[in-house]
């Protein structure tokens, strides 16, 4: 058992922010703010390389401006099990661009992550900046399923991220919700119609 002066120093440390820098929360203002969500869509039916999109849009409905509106979606990777893998995540859902702005002109180096100025330190997290009295903000991800089968995605929406500032509905309950998902093994069959030029549904038509 760690004695009484190892536990103090180890507070200690904690309180100080790892070695006396200042905590990553410390300019994150305390508090509970209301939100709503307007909007929140996700395709049911998908198929494995068909691109698609999830979209939420969240409005500020209290009376005072949140900090920072962010949205965790906890669901776009899975963890495999899979033996010597580096690292045990793996997506379900290839993100080709997050939330938020691109840089203009784009950044002239090889993109290690996918485009979308929302991007944060944390895992799944995007954040959109600071969101004023009776204003929205929209989410969007443009993604490609990579994972055929069956999938819950859950999502959350914060007014921080360092969990001291929290979006509330105004019932009180957490902004959150979920999307159950089926991802089809291969894309849908579809054609362009020569008479329309559109694309619709289904194989073309054999000639006559």
């Avoid at 006396?20 to 305390?30: I, L, Q, S, T, Y």
């Avoid at 500032?165 to 957490?174: D, F, N, V, Y």
């Amino acid at each position: 058992m760690p004695s009484a002066a190892v536990l103090a120093v180890a507070s200690a440390l904690l309180a100080a922010g790892c070695g006396g820098g200042a905590r990553m929360d410390a300019a994150e203002p305390a508090g509970t703010y209301a939100v709503k969500v307007l909007h929140a869509s996700f395709p049911t039916s998908q198929a494995i390389a068909h691109p698609t999109s999830f979209a939420l849009e969240v409005e500020n409905t209290g009376a005072h401006t949140v900090p920072n509106i962010a949205v965790t979606v906890d669901s776009f990777n899975y963890a495999s099990n899979y033996a010597e893998l580096a690292a045990d995540k793996r997506p379900v859902w290839a993100i080709e661009r997050g939330p938020g702005a691109t840089a203009s002109p784009p950044v002239s180096t090889q993109e290690v992550s996918s485009p979308g100025g929302g991007q944060t330190a944390y895992v799944n997290t995007w954040a959109l900046g600071a969101l004023a009295p009776g204003k929205t903000r929209t989410f969007v991800w443009h993604v490609v399923p990579v994972k055929a089968g069956a999938h819950t995605v859950h999502y959350s929406v914060a007014a921080g991220l360092a969990g001291k500032a929290k979006a509330r509905l105004s019932s009180g309950a957490p902004a959150e919700g979920q999307f159950a998902v089926n991802i089809a093994p291969a894309p849908k069959l579809t054609h362009v119609n020569p008479s329309t030029g559109h694309l619709e549904a289904g194989e073309f038509p054999a000639t006559p």
